[in-house]
């Protein structure tokens, strides 16, 4: 089966590729696709990551996550500047592409991150990435 979002898909790969979230470590970030939105629950989330039911889930709003990585400071020097446009370009893909877009914290200290919205062909697509916050 050919997916429908394929080109979307390809972008955010694009926009991520090489690009690290930044906590206490730095980690990569990986592009999240499930077909059928309406299957989709905190549930499902929980089984891709293997998490216990028990996990705790935090959300977050879409941009309020990006707040720190998209703003931009004037002790930045050039790579962090270039490093700041990357993730305003990946924030505007995402705000374009994708509608109802949630942050979603699994866990406490090693915390996977999913940001992910609804394709206009009614399928889920985003990002995951690691935060640690001790």
């Given at each position: 089966m050919t997916n429908p979002d394929q080109e979307l898909v390809e972008q955010l790969e694009l926009a991520t590729k090489d690009l690290?979230?930044?906590?206490?470590?730095?980690?990569?970030m990986q592009v999240v696709y499930w077909q059928d939105a309406n299957n989709f629950t905190?549930?499902?989330?929980?089984?891709?990551?293997?998490?216990?039911?028990?996990?705790?889930?935090?959300?977050k709003e879409f941009n309020a996550f990006f707040t720190v990585a998209t703003k931009s400071e004037t002790w930045h020097n050039e790579a962090e500047q270039a490093q700041v446009e990357r993730y305003q370009a990946l924030v505007n893909l995402m705000a374009e592409n994708l509608t109802n877009i949630k942050v979603y914290?699994?866990?406490?200290?090693e915390i996977a991150a999913y940001i992910l919205g609804t394709t206009q062909h009614k399928a889920i697509a985003g990002i995951t990435t690691q935060i640690v916050a001790t």
């Open positions: 690290l979230w930044l906590s206490e470590t730095e980690y990569p905190q549930d499902t989330l929980l089984q891709q990551h293997n998490c216990s039911p028990d996990t705790k889930i935090a959300t914290l699994l866990g406490e200290i």
